[in-house]
C-alpha cells in the first residue's frame, strides 16, 4: 500500500540520516519529493536512491532564510503545493555549556530553530489558503529532557516545541496538521557533525549513536506517525 500516492514532501536535511531515511520511505510509498540541504552531490545521490520520478533537489542552507521566499516559489511552480514539510535539518553538539562560545550557542539556534520557523513562514500561507497540509518537526527527546552536554542544542528543540505546540492550536481548526517527532539515539552522522565548544565538529561517533536504532527503522516509525496525523 502506498499511503502517500500524489503527496508532495519536502524533507530538509535530506543528505543524509534520518533525512535521507525519509526521503527513501516517502518515495517507496509513492510520494514525490523535494529534498534540501546544502550539498548538491550529497542529495543527488540520495535521490538517485529513491523510488518513482519526478523528484527534485532543492538546495538549501537553513541559516539564509533570505532565499526562502524563491526557494518556496520554485516548489509551487513544480508542484503547485506541498503537502508535506518535513523539518528535519539542524547540528548538534557536545560539549559544557561553561566550554561553548556565545557564537556557537547562536549557530545552533540560527540552524535548528529559526531556519524551521522561517521556512514554515514561507509555506505556511499556501497551506492556509488551501486548508490543508502538514508541518513534521523533528525535534529530540532533548527537546523533553536536558542531559550534559547537550545545552544549545537541548535548548533549540525545547523552543521548536514552544513554537509548533503554539502554532498547532492557531492553524487546528484551519485544517491544517503539527507533528512533533521526538527521537532518541540513532544510528546516524549526528555526534560526528556536532560542534565542540569552539565550533568545530568532533568527528567521532559517540557510543550512544553506535549503537542507536537504525535510521531506517526510524523512518519507517515516522510514516507511521504521519499517516496517522499524530500530533
Known amino acids: 500500500m502506498q499511503r502517500f500516492e500524489s503527496k508532495v514532501v519536502w524533507i530538509t536535511g535530506a543528505s543524509s540520516g534520518i533525512g535521507a531515511a525519509l526521503a527513501e520511505s516517502f518515495a517507496q510509498e509513492g510520494a514525490t519529493l523535494i529534498l534540501s540541504a546544502r550539498r548538491r552531490d550529497e542529495l543527488e545521490h540520495v535521490v538517485a536512491r529513491c523510488a518513482g520520478s519526478g523528484h527534485l533537489v532543492l538546495p538549501l542552507d537553513l541559516t539564509k532564510s533570505e532565499t526562502f521566499a524563491s526557494s518556496v516559489d520554485a516548489v509551487h511552480r513544480r508542484f503547485g503545493?506541498?503537502?508535506?514539510?518535513?523539518?528535519?535539518?539542524g547540528i548538534s553538539q557536545r560539549a559544557l555549556a561553561q566550554d561553548t562560545r556565545l557564537e556557537v550557542d547562536r549557530r545552533l539556534m540560527e540552524v535548528n530553530y529559526?531556519?524551521?520557523?522561517?521556512?514554515?513562514?514561507?509555506?505556511?500561507?499556501?497551506?492556509?489558503a488551501a486548508k490543508a497540509g502538514q508541518l513534521v518537526v523533528i525535534s529530540s527527546v532533548a527537546g523533553k529532557v536536558g542531559t550534559?552536554?547537550?545545552?544549545?542544542?537541548?535548548?533549540?528543540?525545547?523552543?521548536?516545541?514552544?513554537?509548533f505546540d503554539c502554532l498547532r492550536a492557531e492553524v487546528t481548526e484551519a485544517g491544517l496538521v503539527v507533528t512533533l517527532i521526538c527521537p532518541g539515539y540513532i544510528r546516524t552522522?549526528?555526534?560526528?557533525?556536532?560542534?565542540?565548544?569552539?565550533?568545530?565538529?568532533?568527528?567521532?561517533?559517540?557510543?550512544?549513536?553506535?549503537?542507536?536504532?537504525?535510521?531506517?527503522?526510524?523512518?519507517?516509525?515516522?510514516?507511521?506517525?504521519?499517516?496517522a496525523k499524530a500530533s
Open 81 to 89: 503545493r506541498v503537502d508535506i514539510l518535513v523539518h528535519n535539518g
Open 114 to 128: 529559526f531556519g524551521a520557523v522561517a521556512l514554515t513562514k514561507a509555506v505556511l500561507p499556501a497551506m492556509l
Open 148 to 163: 550534559p552536554l547537550r545545552s544549545a542544542y537541548s535548548a533549540t528543540k525545547h523552543a521548536l516545541h514552544g513554537f
Open 189 to 227: 552522522d549526528v555526534s560526528k557533525n556536532a560542534l565542540t565548544g569552539d565550533g568545530t565538529p568532533t568527528n567521532e561517533t559517540g557510543q550512544d549513536i553506535a549503537g542507536g536504532h537504525p535510521a531506517d527503522l526510524t523512518a519507517k516509525q515516522i510514516l507511521d506517525a504521519v499517516h
